[in-house]
């Protein structure tokens, strides 16, 4: 219980102001260590790893919804009962931080080179620790409750021993080797890059039709390609084997122009005979789908451009050039010798390196390997069972379709910053020794001349591991016993196949146990007009902007109240501005509640004993005994039951929509209850009888606190701050919210009967409200109303509710009856519904024929806007060169004018009866 100092801090002042509240309690829950997990065998646990973002990272709002999503789960499960550990960290990031502190050289003039790798990486270090917590600030202001204690990075040092762990048990059992294959190589990084950190950018490029003459010359074979420089690594022409075209020219030599090499001319069914020629170039040392087919084919690879995007030895005449040089030329030799035969305009999708936006080379390269087939196995089959569930389901399909035809992962890189390979080769005889520490000599001849590999690993490599690395692998920890497998993963589609898939086969692979039961797919956040949120294309919203405008709670509903399973959300500060308002509508219908519970020097209410100075009487009224006990007391009237069956309802779609990750559901039905249905119908409802007598006033005082401080619970894991702030206001039992316990549903409140009679109420209600708007009857002035039914029963409901719809519609006079009076119908205004219908006179409140008179010139008016904006909708000129945003807007114009038009021909329709 509060003490009275404590009670008299916790008064709510008139204006929320979330900067305020937020710090404050955010403060507060680190101090009393709520985030923190601890073990407790026999206790229901619940675990997540977050997805660590980049130690280069701030928050964006596709991270704002990834972490609200996981906080939201954790405190919901925290407040259910469950041991909660969600668990921070931070990925190094490799490419992307050795980028940043490159940067940072090259304003001083110097190259990493210049100092030398491990003076470089003190250099990283002290970047990261300057700079590298940013981001899990920011997350500390969305009020997420991750454990902090437990937090973790991928380079720490027992992350790095289970990194070195994990690629020695692989390479002992022959998963991990060395090889050549075709891979993503930027040309500036001077690295190889994974399929993530490559982006595509659409530009207008070019198609080459080049002519291949037949060895034995009777003719030539056309091939199309967006890439002439590659030509001179050709070592084959493939066809598809159902292409009747080349059918005769299957199994001769054609001539390679200009380097005059011989390349057979081979079927295979990759090749797609709609494009181009449906003849294919083919390239093994500079194209994956060409490797793959010179593999098959047992076609030599010349590489013809190198690490530095400059054209090898290989190239012959082009040595040395810049490979765009190399293209002029050729293109330029090509047409002078007759090879040329068009060059037509095509839109090419150009992969570039995310970091620095250099356009991709696929290289021929030797890289360290890991064999994928057999480890994909396991990762498929714990799919198809359904011991892992990926929510939307369709992302299965996603994720087997990449698993079932799975490549051998590259997992080497050419940077200083990351794990090193832990493999040392023989200077002497060239062996490959993997091992948690420096060898003393080579495994195969016994020399001690020994080199560690200069690569670092793939930053996926690392993160495999996330789920069991972070709570201790390889090490048994109490951690991993207790909260491992953890729960669920909450995700990017983009990364399905880069990181889920892969802590799947190294879960199986080293634990024999899936890493999580579920994958949420979290949607992708664009602007209003559907484009890609992007801070370099203007199109970003800033969270931590929102939260200074609009607070955190307000980010957080606004984001989870669109978190659904269509895949793409459109969301703009508008969406956190309504939600704002949302916040000050439950802080206003607060403050009424509070002034309205009680007060110390008020009376106590009967059966309280009066002692002298002792004003604890408040909150033992309210706290004294289970609700239940104290509900089954009172005569509750049909609001009452009402609003606790509603609030049983609520109770149940939130839990059951938790459950099945409807985000958006259970946000959804908790602003339509707390809005309307509480705020809007009950409160209001309560108003005069906290006028009334004694036993009257302290039965919906209790129920005004009931079910607001229910529902503060109920919201609390999505709005956690706003929630807190009210029901420390409150009576109350407990030292935090957010270690009350989440409601339950209490089924035999759910009362049809009450809510058929409300929702009468309700709309004779709104039906009164909006014919007066209608008239515009000014709001101090009451109307008389009529209510007619065919059925005796539904009027006699309506006779049981008229007194409260009196003052909520500010009706002087209601009447009942089966229907109009004969011959009287234009002297009334009506609404119709299925079993009734609502009736305001209009004698004496206005003039019917000039009302009907404007509302002719208003409508004739309309009329020709309606015209001129249909006009322009089906004018193609227009639609089609106008800017999208501008035909839309047009679009909005045209609905809300047709909207406007079929309410005033509605009211048009009522007056003249």
């Not at 789960?73 to 009962?81: E, F, I, N, S």
């Not at 696929?362 to 799919?383: N, T």
Request: net charge negative; charged share 30%; aromatic share 10%.
């Amino acid at each position: 219980m509060a003490t009275e100092t404590e009670k008299q801090e916790s008064q709510l002042p008139k204006v929320y102001d979330p900067s305020i509240v937020e710090d404050k309690w955010y403060k507060f829950w680190l101090e009393k260590c709520y985030f923190a997990a601890q073990i407790e065998p026999g206790k229901r646990e619940y675990c997540i790893t977050i997805p660590p973002p980049n130690v280069t990272g701030s928050l964006h709002i596709g991270h704002a919804l990834c972490y609200t999503i996981q906080d939201v789960l954790t405190r919901w499960k925290r407040m259910q009962g469950y041991e909660t550990l969600c668990l921070p960290g931070t990925d190094h990031a490799g490419i992307a931080t050795q980028n940043k502190v490159e940067q940072q050289l090259a304003e001083e003039g110097l190259t990493r080179h210049d100092l030398g790798r491990e003076k470089f990486l003190e250099r990283v270090w002290k970047w990261k620790e300057h700079y590298g917590g940013t981001i899990l600030n920011q997350f500390k202001r969305m009020g997420y409750s991750f454990d902090w204690e437990r937090e973790r990075f991928t380079m720490d040092e027992d992350y790095s021993n289970a990194v070195v762990e994990a690629f020695i048990r692989l390479f002992d059992k022959g998963y991990i080797y060395r090889g050549a294959r075709v891979i993503n190589w930027c040309t500036r990084c001077h690295t190889a890059i994974s399929d993530i950190e490559v982006e595509y950018r659409e530009i207008d490029g070019k198609l080459y039709h080049l002519s291949y003459p037949l060895e034995d010359g009777t003719g030539a074979i056309e091939v199309a390609t967006t890439r002439p420089e590659t030509m001179l690594g050709d070592t084959g022409v493939a066809v598809n084997p159902e292409d009747d075209r080349y059918l005769g020219l299957i199994g001769k030599n054609a001539v390679l122009p200009i380097v005059g090499r011989l390349l057979p001319i081979f079927d295979d069914t990759y090749v797609d005979p709609t494009f181009g020629t449906g003849a294919v170039k083919v390239t093994p040392a500079h194209d994956p789908n060409d490797f793959e087919m010179g593999m098959r084919h047992d076609l030599p690879s010349v590489i013809v451009i190198g690490p530095d995007g400059k054209m090898t030895e290989e190239a012959g005449a082009y040595a040395g050039l810049d490979r765009y040089e190399a293209r002029k030329k050729l293109v330029q030799d090509l047409q002078e010798q007759g090879y040329l035969v068009k060059i037509e305009d095509y839109a090419l999708s150009v992969a570039t390196c995310k970091r620095c936006e250099t356009v991709i080379e696929p290289l021929l390269s030797e890289q360290w390997f890991c064999r994928m087939q057999e480890l994909a196995q396991p990762a498929i089959e714990v799919v198809k069972s359904g011991k892992i569930k990926f929510i939307p389901e369709r992302y299965t399909r996603v994720y087997l379709d990449w698993m079932e035809n799975v490549r051998d992962w590259c997992i080497s890189r050419q940077l200083w910053w990351g794990h090193r390979i832990p493999v040392w080769q023989c200077d002497d005889c060239g062996e490959h020794t993997a091992a948690r520490g420096e060898p003393d000599a080579c495994r195969k001849c016994g020399s001690k001349k020994l080199t560690q590999d200069p690569d670092v690993l793939d930053t996926w490599f690392s993160s495999a591991l996330w789920p069991f690395a972070t709570l201790g692998w390889p090490k048994k920890t109490p951690e991993l016993s207790y909260f491992y497998p953890t729960n669920v993963l909450v995700t990017a589609r983009d990364i399905i196949y880069l990181w889920v898939a892969r802590m799947i086969f190294t879960s199986l692979e080293f634990l024999k146990q899936v890493p999580f039961h579920g994958v949420y797919i979290y949607a992708t956040v664009q602007n209003e007009e559907g484009r890609r949120m992007s801070k370099s294309l203007g199109t970003g919203v800033d969270p931590l902007d929102l939260i200074d405008h609009y607070g955190a709670d307000a980010l957080r509903f606004a984001l989870i109240q669109q978190a659904g399973e269509g895949q793409d959300i459109r969301f703009s500060a508008k969406r956190v501005e309504a939600i704002r308002n949302f916040c000050n509508k439950i802080w206003n219908a607060s403050r009424f509640v509070l002034m309205n519970l009680g007060h110390e020097e008020d009376p106590p209410p009967p059966g309280v004993p009066v002692v002298p100075n002792d004003h604890r009487w408040v909150e033992d009224w309210y706290l004294g005994e289970e609700p239940d006990n104290r509900l089954a007391a009172f005569e509750l009237r049909l609001e009452d039951r009402w609003i606790l069956s509603r609030l049983n309802r609520l109770i149940d779609t939130v839990n059951a929509s938790l459950s099945a990750y409807d985000m958006d559901d259970a946000s959804k039905a908790l602003y339509e209850f707390i809005w309307s249905e509480y705020c809007d119908w009950y409160v209001e409802l309560a108003k005069p009888r906290l006028r009334g007598d004694e036993d009257e006033r302290r039965q919906v005082q209790y129920l005004l606190w009931h079910v607001l401080e229910t529902t503060m619970r109920l919201l609390h894991p999505v709005m956690p701050f706003i929630t807190e702030e009210i029901w420390q206001a409150l009576p109350r039992d407990g030292a935090s919210l957010m270690i009350r316990p989440f409601p339950v549903a209490d089924t035999s409140r759910i009362d049809e009967a009450a809510e058929k009679a409300m929702d009468e109420l309700m709309e004779i209600t709104r039906a009164v409200r909006n014919l007066r708007a209608e008239l515009g009857i000014q709001p101090g002035r009451s109307v008389n109303a009529l209510v007619t039914s065919e059925s005796e029963d539904v009027l006699e409901r309506v006779r049981s509710v008229s007194e409260s719809i009196k003052p909520l519609a500010r009706v002087g006079e209601m009447r009942l009856g089966a229907s109009l009076p004969d011959g009287e119908r234009r002297q009334y205004v009506s609404a119709h519904f299925a079993e009734l219908d609502v009736h305001v006179p209009v004698a004496g409140l206005i003039d019917v024929d000039k009302e009907v008179s404007r509302l002719e010139t208003e409508l004739q008016s309309l009329d020709k806007e309606l015209a001129r904006t249909t006009g322009k909708l089906t004018n193609e000129q227009f639609t089609s060169r106008a800017p999208a945003e501008v035909v839309e807007k047009e679009r909005r114009i045209q609905q809300e004018l047709a909207e406007k038009k079929g309410k005033l021909e509605e009211r048009l329709g009522a007056l003249r009866g």
